[in-house]
């Protein structure tokens, strides 16, 4: 008699654990996203927006985007929330198609 699917013995699976990460050092890890920038922290108006990307804290969306400050170099780029309108010179509708 022949089997018409493939069996696995349950009692060679092991429940996840999360250490198991620790034991691949090739896989890769996602590194810590940019700062988040508030108003009173931002260093002046936004010389150009880089990235954007959406996320969803407590089930809305919301985007931020990667930007960099006139005044400021590449390694000083940060993640900006759209509701930081004080550090943008363009309109807020000018930036809704990223």
């Known amino acids: 008699m022949f089997r018409k699917?493939?069996?696995f013995p349950v009692s060679l699976?092991?429940?996840y654990c999360q250490t198991e990460g620790d034991k691949c050092p090739s896989r890769k890890r996602?590194?810590?996203?940019?700062?988040?920038v508030e108003v009173e922290d931002s260093p002046g108006p936004v010389?150009?927006?880089i990235?954007?990307?959406k996320i969803r804290p407590n089930g809305q969306d919301q985007r931020q985007?990667?930007?960099?400050?006139?005044?400021?170099?590449?390694?000083?780029?940060?993640?900006?929330g759209r509701g930081c309108?004080?550090?943008?010179e363009?309109?807020?509708?000018?930036?809704?198609?990223?």
Not at 90 to 98: A, D, H, R
Request: charged fraction near 30%; proline fraction near 12%; aromatic fraction near 6%.
């Open 65 to 80: 985007y990667l930007v960099r400050f006139k005044s400021q170099t590449a390694d000083k780029d940060k993640m900006v």
């Open 51 to 53: 990235k954007a990307r």
């Open 47 to 49: 010389k150009k927006i």
């Open 13 to 15: 699976v092991k429940p």
């Open 30 to 36: 996602n590194p810590t996203p940019p700062e988040i």
């Open 90 to 98: 363009t309109s807020p509708k000018e930036i809704q198609g990223l």
């Open 85 to 88: 309108h004080s550090i943008w």
């Open 5 to 7: 699917h493939p069996v």
